[in-house]
């Protein structure tokens, strides 16, 4: 099972996307949705709803409750 991280970053590369696109379009600084991909820091409910909405999956696919992203 992949951590948040590593769903995010997947998801990002999978829509040709760049951190700071990410960053911009939730309202958070590049930094911070950094440490988001790299597991140092987690992530606001609401900008984990953002996240969820831009990518049209649930909260359950991106926070690891469903099996979206097995290995």
């Known amino acids: 099972m992949k951590n948040i991280g590593e769903r995010l970053k997947q998801l990002r590369n999978d829509a040709g996307l ?5 960053s911009n ?14 597991d140092q ?5 609401e900008n984990l709803i953002a996240l969820a909405d831009y990518y049209e999956i649930s909260l ?4 690891g409750r469903s099996d979206r992203f097995s290995d």
């Open 18 to 22: 760049t951190q700071s696109f990410v």
């Open 60 to 63: 359950d696919d991106l926070v």
């Open 41 to 45: 820091a987690c992530p606001r409910i």
């Open 25 to 38: 379009l939730i309202g958070i600084t590049l930094r911070n949705y950094q440490y988001y991909e790299a």
